[in-house]
């Protein structure tokens, strides 16, 4: 099945940039980089040094050379020919156009078939768990990093690239001014990860009344919240390595396990503390946290809900549903999601450049093969649409 088989160019809810070498750092204060970060040489390589901590979130930051987009499918895939990971990996060229220009990305959407895109970091998101709790360093980072890629990407790019601003929760005040100045520069989306913020008095829950000012703000915009796969701060207690790596083997085969946990948490808290209740107009879209876990978040919080009675306003997973989107993993059973959240729950997305994603993003027609055309339609595109624009309260 292709675009012409469709009758409509899709939209694609996980697009990611490779950030260029000065994303972090063109709006930083210098004098700030000890605190927020630093690029460093270490063994003839370049890392980013974040809050006085060598990152290895990546194996290269400056990401030249860089994998091809999807070269782990047939890993995720069952992996026939058994290969570990890395083998797949090895195999690396020179960083394309595409991955840092919107001009060449906007070319590059044309011939994928892609109307409109989503776009989110490779490295932001794992930056902000290692600031730790120095919450004006978070604000500092970010500021500069939104700036950047308002210069480099937009917000609202020729009304087809919608990059999203990184905006933590973690100090209210500054994040509801950085929402605004995000608004004031036509975003449409902004993102999140999936974890308890960080605030001077300790990690707190997402919903907690502490952020109800940055929720607020959300809720009065009617701008769609974007949780997006980062490093989350989970512990594996004992079970594998904590610190966000890149490296692949067996240390982090219990962490591939139990990699959908920072968003069961996320969600399940955000339920249970009722932020949709006190914030109606807040709409959240999970994105590249796929989707397994929900079978097992449906069936506990319907068993909250039975034990514990008043304690929701109305059923917790229908609350859900008005509220969540999914993007799945593209290797998830779409069936079972669908039959979850409905087809109305569900949106697109291929996850490219990266390499755990599809080698183009209409590879992934062939996952939606038991749809019909309307349900087809409204996972491929009509469901972001209506996520990408602002809803009046």
């Known amino acids: 099945m292709t675009t012409a088989d469709l009758g409509y160019r899709a939209f694609d809810t996980d697009n990611h940039y490779y950030e260029a070498l000065d994303a972090f750092t063109r709006h930083l204060d210098p004098a700030l980089g000890p605190r927020t970060l630093q690029w460093a040489e270490i063994d003839g390589r370049k890392y980013h040094v974040v809050g006085g901590r060598v990152s290895h979130a990546v194996v290269n930051p400056t990401f030249d050379p860089v994998a091809d987009p999807g070269v782990l499918v047939e890993y995720y895939r069952g992996n026939p020919e058994g290969k570990p990971a890395a083998e797949y990996l090895k195999a690396r060229g020179p960083i394309s156009p595409a991955y840092r220009d919107a001009g060449a990305r906007l070319a590059a959407m044309d011939g994928q078939g892609l109307d409109g895109c989503w776009m989110f970091p490779t490295l932001a998101v794992l930056y902000e768990e290692l600031l730790g709790n120095d919450i004006e360093a978070i604000g500092q980072l970010f500021r500069a990093f939104n700036r950047w890629l308002d210069e480099d990407w937009g917000f609202h790019n020729a009304e087809r690239i919608f990059a999203a601003p990184y905006i933590s929760p973690s100090d209210p005040n500054w994040a509801v001014a950085e929402l605004a100045w995000a608004l004031d520069r036509g975003a449409h989306i902004i993102c999140i990860r999936p974890a308890a913020p960080m605030t001077p008095f300790g990690r707190r829950p997402p919903a907690d009344p502490y952020f109800d000012r940055f929720w607020s703000a959300v809720n009065d915009a009617g701008i769609t919240v974007v949780v997006h796969a980062g490093d989350s701060g989970h512990s594996f207690n004992g079970y594998a390595p904590s610190e966000y790596s890149a490296v692949h083997g067996k240390a982090n085969l219990f962490r591939m396990l139990v990699r959908e946990r920072p968003i069961y948490d996320f969600l399940g808290s955000v339920i249970i503390d009722r932020l949709f209740e006190r914030f109606p107009n807040v709409r959240l879209a999970s994105v590249e946290n796929g989707a397994t876990f ?100």
């Open 294 to 393: 929900l079978p097992g978040l449906f069936t506990e919080l319907h068993a909250l809900a039975m034990r514990n009675r008043g304690l929701f306003r109305d059923d917790p997973i229908e609350t859900f549903k008005a509220h969540v989107a999914i993007n799945p993993f593209w290797e998830d059973d779409l069936g079972m999601l669908v039959e979850h959240v409905g087809s109305d729950g569900v949106i697109f997305g291929s996850d490219w450049p990266h390499v755990e994603g599809m080698r183009q993003p209409l590879d992934y027609l062939v996952e939606t093969k038991a749809l019909d055309a309307a349900n087809r339609r409204k996972v491929m595109r009509d469901n972001a649409l209506a996520l990408n624009t602002l809803r009046s309260l």
